[in-house]
């Protein structure tokens, strides 16, 4: 019996903190990233003055930033490997949406300053 009073009362407590959590509108996404020094495309292993990251977003969350950061470059400023694929770029942030229909962005950050940088080259 008072196993149930304490038990009620805490699992209606944690339940109202998984909701507040979820009111926040945050959502959880997945990628990779690759820390390093140098640049990309010539990267070292990073040291203390040189250290960046490169961060690679999935599927999803890269469709909503590609919706986002329209239109789709031409020409010169395009940095896409297929024709038939799909550029958008703002800032340091890439996305791609293939052919297939996938997308992926990247972006990165200077970890000794905090300036934001590419996160892939062509």
Not at 32 to 46: A, H, K, M, S, V
């Amino acid at each position: 019996m008072n196993l149930k009073i304490f038990v009620l009362p805490l699992f209606l407590l944690s339940s109202s903190c998984i909701l507040a959590q979820d009111a926040t509108g945050y959502k959880n996404f997945s990628g990779r990233y690759n820390i390093y020094g140098g640049e990309l495309g010539d990267t070292t292993e990073p040291k203390a003055g040189d250290k960046k990251i490169a961060i690679e977003l999935d599927s999803k969350i890269s469709k909503e930033i590609f919706d986002s950061i329209g239109p789709d470059l031409h020409g010169s400023q395009v940095c896409v490997a297929d024709p038939k694929d799909r550029y958008r770029k703002k800032g340091n942030i890439q996305c791609v949406r293939s052919h297939d229909g996938s997308y992926s962005c990247t972006f990165g950050f200077d970890m000794i300053t905090g300036k934001s940088i590419l996160g892939s080259i062509c």
